[in-house]
Every structure is written in C-alpha cells, then in structure tokens.
C-alpha cells in the first residue's frame, strides 16, 4: 500500500527568505533613491539646467513620474 501524505513539506530553505528580504530591501532603496533625485532635479534653477542640457519640460517630466517608475 502506498504512504500518502495530506501534508506539504517546503525543502526550501530559510536562506531563501533572506534573500527576498535583501531584494525587497534593494527594490525600496532605489525607490527612495529616486524620490529624491527627483525632488533635487525639480528644486534646481534655470542656470544649472542649462549646464546639465536639460530643459525645463524635460525636468516636469521626470520630477512628476511615480518613484516606482524608472
């Protein structure tokens, strides 16, 4: 007679879940990241968007994106 069994066992080890908290941790860094960026690139004037090359649509563009967006 065959052994069945109603339960599932995980062979998957707890390292595992360490490495999606890393991922996780990773993925909310750069969202800050670029939160931040984007509110540094919104509070800067003319003179120094004209050195960068950008103008000034470009830079409504990129401030005004979601930080999840990249």
Do not use: C
Request: aromatic content about 10%; proline content about 3%; overall charge positive.
């Amino acid at each position: 007679m065959a052994d069945l069994s109603l339960h599932y066992a995980s062979k998957t080890p707890l390292a595992g879940t360490a490495g999606a908290f890393a991922a996780f941790h990773g993925i909310l860094a750069t969202w800050r990241r670029r939160s931040r960026e984007r509110q540094e690139l919104a509070t800067m004037d003319q003179r120094v968007l004209r050195d960068v090359g950008l103008s000034a649509s470009e830079v409504a563009f990129e401030a005004n994106k979601p930080f999840w967006r990249a």
